[in-house]
């Protein structure tokens, strides 16, 4: 259930207080989100999108680091296996 | 794409998986709670990277599947109607009800439309005056908010036409259902992510302390089930029953306080009954009264709907993790995806759908072949 | 007066789709996936059965005299009608000249019936026309006859399309699905999914801004440049609705062989991927308009690979798979993670989904 993507903001439209929309970026494609219930957002940052909402922010740090801990890890096993 | 593709890495596969294998010492089943996770599970055939001893169960986090049918017959039934623009994400609109889908509603000429977001029934509804606009507000607790964000919406501008018909459902009710039926046989859960990144995960520390189960929250991506699972394995192995979060990335323990206040704000809780499973208290959403003039049920008045499940269909030892797809005796038979019996057939994410659409007919079980060379 | 022959429907001919599965025909009996097939062979191949229909290819083929003739026919009904990078004119003649292309056929000569509903303005009629001038001109057929009905507003949806169509094919030249064997190799021509996201990326409710646009484009060149290999090519095949996956599928059931092929060969646009993440979408059931399959013996493979990538249609053909006697009638996928799956046909329509 709940499919929802990683998309890069490249606009804010604030306009309306209460119905805040972003562009936001999927690999090349634009869509128009709903950012109202996230705080501190900036272009370019990452959010994770689901039916035209903005359901968080992506918290690239910590990507990064899942990441870093995958790279490092097992290569010993994959040596031997 | 960034934040994808890194999860979908090969090489991080094969070291998970190896990881996951020199830690397992003896069996272990394990529940994925999203639909979301079990199609991405049988898309990337994860099951290949499993040793034999982990079991994954597929569990009813398919909302579509678990909309109870007297539900689909309602929005058939409002569908059906001259002065009715219906409209759904495009999920809803193959699931069987006891006679109908909202497609062959479409076809004998009912005004059907398929939208991406709650946003654009709203924007239908402003721009089609004349006409009532029903939109088929499903989900779990990831798409509520979105959903009670077209009536807030929809109130603000003064749209009088537009409507929802509501079926939420709620994940820890549901684990909590599993849990305590004698059938149980689930040791661990992978938790939807999704939810979690609208509710956060405080909610899930009871559970685990009373069952006595680990629970990760896990994300979606092949590395991320993998991951999730490896955590699992790993408290499971040493007796730990934890909340522990994978997707760290996007869940954070409180979750999207905005989001949860949008939520109190139009819905509040109600006994929900889950097609397949039967009632589970306080499992679902429901509008709050100051929002009844939202409330498609009560506008439409689609009271006194009979309903008739199908007597082959097993939906519900499926969704609860008892039986697997293939054990059902109408699996490729009876049920196909073409002229399915009950929901899980139909919706892409649905346990029987997924296993028939990635191939674990009888003719061809290429993982178990996989494996074993 | 002499009565005309009636039918008798009374005399055991039932309708083999019966009443109790689908008492109306629905949108996805038009999909390209099983529910069309069903409708096409239980209702039309049953009864219109004859040796060229049951090839089951997109053009028949047959002699006429000394030549050796294709024969084929479509329908276009695409929405919107004007979508990024095309319209349903180009589409209709675009369209029926890849089906004889593919069919191992110079095209010669197109028909064209047109279905317009009335309120259709006529600069849009004109635009159509003249889209279809060109697709014709560019390969190198001519449209030779006709046929024009207006029908009531609101029994229409704009307009219809239906091209017909004749091409020559050369001796030497032996298409057909069943030639196709273990050891074949599998070739696409370029990337998958522009033409079905183009037309979403249009339709009403499911807008997102995007530069994608439709593939649509004649494909004879493809053809012309590997003709002189003969009848080491196998198979051919445009991959238009149901997409890359429901024409591989067709294949190995009619030739009941296996086929294995490799997600990461399989060339997608970075836009297209990110519009098939957002609506839940499959790119490998989405339609192409522009793109071609072969499939050819081993030994050429590498040839005609190498041709196709001279071409401007062809630049970023790839080699995706083979063909294989495992698991006969099913595409097997190895996927971008090193495991496999099942590519299976898809039942119906594929709808974005939000679960």
């Known amino acids: 259930m709940c499919l929802a993507v990683p998309g890069k903001i490249v606009s804010i439209d604030e306009s309306n207080p209460d119905l805040k929309m972003a562009k936001v970026n999927f690999g090349g494609v634009s869509k128009d989100v709903c950012i109202q219930w996230l705080d501190d957002v900036n272009i370019g940052d990452y959010v994770l999108v689901h039916v035209g909402f903005a359901l968080n922010k992506v918290d690239e740090k910590d990507a990064e680091e899942t990441l870093r801990i995958l790279r490092e890890m097992g290569d010993i096993e994959e040596e031997n296996s | ?373 | 007066m002499k009565q005309k022959d009636e039918i008798d429907f009374s005399s055991g001919l039932s309708c083999p789709i019966p009443k109790s599965d689908y008492e109306n025909v629905l949108l996805a009996h038009g999909g390209g996936g099983t529910l069309s097939h069903q409708l096409i062979s239980k209702l039309f191949f049953s009864q219109f059965d004859n040796e060229f229909l049951n090839e089951q290819h997109d053009s028949a083929v047959f002699n006429i005299d000394k030549s050796r003739l294709a024969f084929t026919t479509d329908s276009y009904v695409v929405q919107p009608i004007f979508f990024p990078g095309g319209n349903i004119g180009e589409l209709a003649v675009n369209g029926t000249v890849n089906d004889l292309v593919v069919a191992g056929a110079k095209p010669i000569y197109i028909s064209v019936g047109f279905i317009i509903e009335e309120g259709l303005p006529i600069d849009d009629l004109w635009k159509i026309v003249l889209s279809m001038k060109e697709a014709a001109r560019k390969s190198g057929v001519k449209i030779v006859t006709g046929d024009t009905k207006v029908v009531d507003k609101g029994k229409g949806d704009k307009i219809f399309i239906n091209t017909s169509g004749i091409g020559v094919i050369k001796e030497g030249i032996n298409i057909s699905p069943r030639r196709c064997m273990a050891g074949d190799k599998i070739i696409l021509s370029g990337r998958i999914a522009d033409h079905g996201i183009a037309i979403m990326s249009a339709r009403e409710g499911l807008e997102f801004e995007t530069g994608i646009v439709s593939d649509t484009a004649p494909l004879n060149e493809l053809f012309y440049c590997i003709e002189k290999f003969g009848d080491k090519i196998h198979v051919m095949r445009d991959p238009t609705r149901g997409g890359l996956a429901s024409s591989l599928n067709e294949i190995a059931e009619i030739a009941n062989v296996g086929m294995l092929i490799e997600e990461e060969k399989i060339p997608i646009l970075d836009e297209v991927k990110g519009a098939c993440e957002i609506l839940g979408l499959d790119p490998l059931y989405i339609a192409n308009e522009g793109k071609m399959i072969a499939i050819v013996a081993n030994e050429i493979a590498d040839d005609v690979f190498k041709e196709w990538r001279k071409t401007g249609l062809g630049k970023e053909a790839v080699i995706i798979g083979e063909v294989t006697s495992e698991n006969p009638g099913t595409v097997v996928m190895k996927t971008t993670i090193g495991s496999k799956r099942i590519v299976d046909m898809i039942s119906g329509e594929q709808l974005p989904r939000i679960c």
């Open chain 2, 1 to 373: 794409m960034k934040y994808l593709d890194e999860f979908r890495d090969g090489k991080a596969a094969r070291k998970l998986s190896a990881e996951i294998k020199s830690v397992v010492t003896k069996p272990w089943q394990i529940m994925e709670i999203c639909g979301g996770q079990t199609h991405s599970i049988l898309k990337y055939s994860i099951e290949e990277f499993l040793p034999e001893e982990i079991n994954l169960i597929h569990g009813p986090g398919c909302p579509v599947c678990v909309t109870p049918l007297e539900l689909i017959d309602k929005a058939i039934a409002i569908a059906q109607r001259e002065d009715v623009i219906f409209t759904s994400f495009g999920d809803m609109l193959r699931v069987p009800g006891s006679k109908h889908d909202l497609l062959s509603v479409k076809a004998k000429g009912g005004n059907v439309k398929m939208v991406y977001s709650p946003l654009d029934a709203v924007k239908i509804a402003e721009n089609n005056p004349e006409k009532n606009i029903v939109f088929f507000a499903v989900g779990f607790e990831t798409t509520a908010p979105a959903n009670a964000m077209s009536v807030i919406e929809a109130k603000r501008r003064g749209i009088k036409n537009y409507s929802i018909l509501c079926s939420h459902v709620l994940v820890p009710p549901a684990i909590e259902a599993l849990l305590s039926s004698k059938n149980n046989n689930i040791q661990g859960f992978l938790a939807a992510g999704h939810v979690c990144t609208v509710m956060g995960y405080n909610e899930y520390f009871s559970i685990a302390e009373k069952y006595n189960v680990p629970i990760v929250v896990t994300g979606f991506e092949p590395i991320d089930i993998l991951q999730g699972i490896l955590l699992t394995v790993k408290q499971l192995e040493s007796g730990k029953a934890e909340v522990q979060n994978q997707y760290s990335r996007v869940v954070t323990k409180e979750g999207n306080v905005a989001a949860q206040k949008l939520l109190e704000e139009v819905f509040e809780r109600t006994d929900r009954k889950w097609r397949g499973i039967g009632n589970i208290p306080a499992s679902g959403f429901k509008l709050k009264d100051e929002y009844s003039d939202y409330d498609a049920e009560k506008i439409f008045k689609v009271e006194n709907i009979e309903t008739e499940e199908s007597p082959l269909c097993i939906a519900g030892e499926v969704l609860q993790g008892i039986k697997k797809p293939i054990e059902c005796s109408a699996f490729g038979k009876e049920c196909t995806p073409e002229r399915p019996l009950g929901a899980p057939m139909v919706s892409t994410e649905g346990a029987c759908a997924a296993y028939f659409h990635y191939g674990k007919k009888e003719r061809n079980v290429i993982a178990s072949e996989a494996k074993q060379s």
